[in-house]
């Protein structure tokens, strides 16, 4: 079904289709064919969008090791490079559309963008703040440096900081030699 015919229903009934089948694997494979599809993310309302986010969130509570598997922090940041930026002149996508669907792409409004973006980083924020590996501090270090948007870059430094007042790994991690070039490229970004 083309994701600009979802609704919350529908994408709150699949997503529990998927949570009840036995197999781990199968339910994976349902959450990544649905929740993972960048089509969902462009082409379906905000409310949909919404829940989409709550389905994650939902799936990072209740199973961390699917959820690494599924998406991690590189899965959000990914989300966020695609669709959640303020300026659609400057950043618009240029994926193909879900092809059934003739309706344009309708955006979020800016404020929209700002919850729905926010809602995203504090996943991920949880996601710190559970485990995190040197993989996901060096995703957020690249995604800093390749951003083209500086509100992204903004909230994702906000969301860091924060974290880093509770994660003494996390900001060691931050201030390890390694990372000194991708921050010293950031900050010159």
């Known amino acids: 079904a083309p994701p600009a015919s979802f609704c919350v229903e529908t994408l709150s009934h699949v997503s529990d289709l998927g949570n009840s089948l036995p197999d781990g694997e199968l339910q994976a494979l349902s959450h990544r064919c649905l929740l993972l599809d960048f089509q969902l993310w462009i082409n379906a309302t905000t409310p949909v969008q919404k829940e989409a986010i709550r389905q994650l969130r939902r799936i990072r509570d209740a199973n961390p090791p699917m959820f690494q598997q599924l ?22 996508y240029t994926g193909p559309q879900f092809e059934s669907s003739k309706r344009p792409v309708v955006r979020p409004s800016v404020d929209d963008l700002r919850s729905l973006r926010w809602q995203l980083i504090e996943i991920m924020q949880a996601t710190f703040q559970d485990e995190h590996s040197d993989d996901d501090v060096q995703c957020v270090l690249h995604f800093l440096a390749d951003a083209d948007d500086g509100d992204q870059c903004i909230d994702i430094m906000a969301a860091m900081r924060s974290l880093c007042r509770t994660e003494p790994r996390l900001c ?8 000194e070039e991708l ?4 900050l010159s970004h």
């Open 172 to 179: 060691n991690a931050l201030r390890s030699a390694a990372n």
């Open 183 to 186: 921050l010293s490229a950031w």
């Open 71 to 92: 998406c991690g922090v590189q899965g959000i940041l990914d989300i966020l490079r695609k669709f959640y930026w303020f300026n659609p002149s400057e950043h618009a």
